[in-house]
């Protein structure tokens, strides 16, 4: 598939998401202002091959309500998150590819680990081959060469890439970021992953990429209005729940204590309260009591 086409696509599902619903009228105009169409119109054989298409790669299906002659996104649509996220990332490709002239205006955040053994990575997690590589963590000194990994899955946050899968080693799963990979290469066995292995429970109750640190409590912390909105917009994790009061708000997860989130926490000051389970309370007090005691 050309990239073209792909962003044709994306350009569709995007716009038609913005407009919640829209005639084929209005998105033939819009289509010949933008980048992906050449100044073409769309015919409507064309735009009937698109959906198909969409609905194919996608599985989104764009209908048509017969009353108002208007095409929207099947709000009952079960799409998965890496859908989404490609989704997304290719609309803003379709942007970005739109605005060179203002491109010294636009400040992106990089994400240096894909570039060098994302494609290897994804090619062994598809084709289930073992990624042999040199280690180098942050909190050694030296490498560790010869390390194999079966990869389970593979999962991005905070601007980097990690794969996690069985050491063969050890027969541990574990955890390690491409960014601190070096001679990366690909074996040609195939292995068979632990069947009892569940990777979208595995990651659940996880904040960032630690997966395996105590068990899953019950968290609640308060905030004020204004920090609501913001955890409104960009939820710390799925298990969010809010109970809104007349000053405040009550936000509710279901997660690991784990260091990562404990830092989170602490990133948004003095406008977060934890008020459950202690154990996370005390987490949270013992780090900002280390961390003043550098400054007394």
């Not at 598939?1 to 792909?6: A, I, V």
């Not at 309500?65 to 079960?78: F, K, L, Q």
């Not at 079966?150 to 069985?166: A, C, D, V």
């Amino acid at each position: 598939m050309s990239h073209n086409l792909l962003g044709r696509y994306v350009w569709i599902i995007d716009t038609i998401r913005r407009y919640g619903s829209i005639t084929l009228r209005k998105l033939n105009e819009l289509w010949q202002k933008s980048a992906v169409s050449d100044g073409q119109p769309l015919p409507r054989r064309t735009f009937y091959n698109y959906r198909l298409a969409i609905a194919e790669l996608f599985n989104i299906t764009i209908a048509s309500n017969p009353s108002t002659y208007e095409y929207y996104i099947d709000a009952e649509e079960s799409r998965e998150s890496i859908t989404d996220w490609l989704l997304n990332s290719a609309a803003m490709s379709n942007v970005l590819s739109t605005v060179s002239d203002v491109s010294d205006l636009i400040f992106l955040e990089d994400i240096p680990s894909a570039r060098l053994y994302l494609s290897q990575v994804v090619s062994a997690l598809r084709d289930r081959h073992p990624v042999r590589f040199t280690y180098r963590p942050y909190t050694r000194s030296t490498a560790t060469p010869g390390v194999v990994v079966e990869p389970y899955f593979l999962k991005i946050f905070r601007q980097r890439w990690y794969m996690t899968g069985r050491n063969t080693a050890d027969g541990r799963i574990k955890t390690y970021a491409l960014d601190r990979m070096e001679e990366v290469r690909v074996d040609e066995a195939v292995f068979t992953p632990d069947p009892a292995f569940d990777a979208g429970a595995y990651v659940r109750d996880a904040f960032g990429i630690i997966f395996s640190q105590g068990e899953t409590k019950e968290v609640v912390i308060k905030t004020s209005p204004r920090q609501a909105k913001y955890l409104r917009a960009l939820p710390l994790h799925h298990s969010q729940s809010e109970g809104i009061h007349d000053d405040y708000s009550l936000f509710h997860y279901r997660l690991r204590l784990t260091e990562d989130f404990v830092q989170e926490l602490l990133s948004l000051g003095p406008k977060v309260t934890v008020l459950a389970p202690p154990e996370l309370k005390a987490m949270v007090v013992t780090s900002l009591r280390d961390t003043l005691a550098l400054y007394e």
